[in-house]
């Protein structure tokens, strides 16, 4: 081996070595919790906020390099009740990218997040002196470092939002929401799983939503890619009870071309509304648009009542359906209908 070839590889070893041991000392002597007191004060110096640290804070060095966070939380401004808590946090970078400076994001994890928005009658929130209304919020910001976006997973779990305006009473709020992802990267497919209970006042909404599908981008070409998506929804909205709501399909979409396609298009719904119970069922195979030029195919529409006045049953075909956004041309177009009513039909 030349010489000079084996004392680069020995000096390369040598710098590795004194890192790695820099690192481990560092994990092993450097207690982040005993800069607590200071952190709380930069934040109320700065905010005017009350920050809680209740939980530990600890660091770690490989396979990547990040935080874990325990209960913490955050009050509203010049106040000691409390506007938003973690429960659990963690965030880690990917060791190896940050050599070639390069940010690449390994895992986001949060359990347990409480926020509550607040819109006051003067029309102010108790998020306006989080938002930037500042003089440095002003100034250009300098450059960044270069972030590639590659994530190896979100994970959110038992997080609740709120939302309440003082002036007209009216309340929103999303609990047990959970996010659970794959890798998140450009032009890999990553598995998405949603789930949330959404309530309302003004209108009245009760639902329970979970959505699932396998999610595709590159953002350099812009195409999108949507694979398997499932969304039910189950719940009461207005004056509709015992809700059940489906929707599956499969959907591309390039913008630089400006072109979008559906495929296998499926959507149900049923419910009550007072003594009336209503079915309906849309089939769409396929559904192209190229910038103003829309075609569909095979459109199949189902549908049932049953009210006082009797029960009625209709179903909708459409082989195809050619035009723009301003005309179209519909071929083969077949509608039955049928009408039951008391001793007559």
Do not use: C, W
């Amino acid at each position: 081996m030349n010489k000079y070839l084996k004392y680069g590889l020995y000096s390369v070893g040598a710098l590795v070595a004194i890192f790695a041991g820099a690192l481990i000392y560092i994990a092993l002597t450097f207690d982040p919790n005993s800069y607590k007191p200071q952190i709380t004060q930069a934040v109320k110096d700065n905010t005017q906020r009350t920050l809680k640290l209740e939980g530990d804070i600890k660091l770690f060095f490989f396979p990547s390099i990040g935080a874990r966070l325990g209960q913490v939380a955050l009050s509203e401004f010049k106040s000691e009740q409390e506007f938003a808590s973690v429960g659990e946090a963690r965030v880690s970078l990917a060791f190896l990218p940050l050599l070639s400076k390069q940010i690449v994001v390994d895992e986001v994890s949060l359990s347990g997040v409480k926020a509550q928005v607040i819109k006051h009658k003067d029309g102010s929130t108790n998020l306006d002196d989080l938002l930037g209304k500042n003089s440095e919020a002003e100034q250009p910001k300098e450059a960044s470092a270069p972030v590639k976006f590659d994530i190896a997973s979100v994970r959110i779990d038992n997080t609740e939002f709120g939302y309440l305006d003082e002036k007209t009473g009216a309340q929103y709020s999303i609990k047990g929401l959970s996010l659970h992802t794959g890798r998140i990267a450009n032009a890999v497919p990553s598995k998405i799983d949603f789930a949330a209970h959404i309530q309302a006042n003004q209108p009245k909404v009760d639902i329970a939503t979970q959505l699932k599908t396998t999610l595709t981008f590159d953002l350099e070409k812009g195409l999108y890619q949507v694979q398997g998506l499932d969304v039910q929804l189950k719940g009461n909205v207005l004056d509709i009870t015992d809700l059940a709501v489906k929707l599956g399909l499969d959907v591309n979409a390039n913008l630089g071309e400006g072109s979008y396609s559906a495929k296998k298009f499926a959507f149900t719904a049923s419910g009550v509304k007072g003594k009336e119970r209503f079915d309906a069922k849309l089939d769409v195979p396929a559904l192209n648009m190229m910038k103003n030029d829309i075609a569909v195919e095979g459109v199949v529409l189902n549908a049932q009542l049953d009210a006082a006045f009797g029960k009625v049953v209709a179903a909708l075909t459409l082989p195809s359906m050619k035009g723009d956004t301003e005309k179209f041309k519909l071929s083969g177009l077949t509608l039955n209908a049928e009408v039951t009513q008391p001793e007559q039909a």
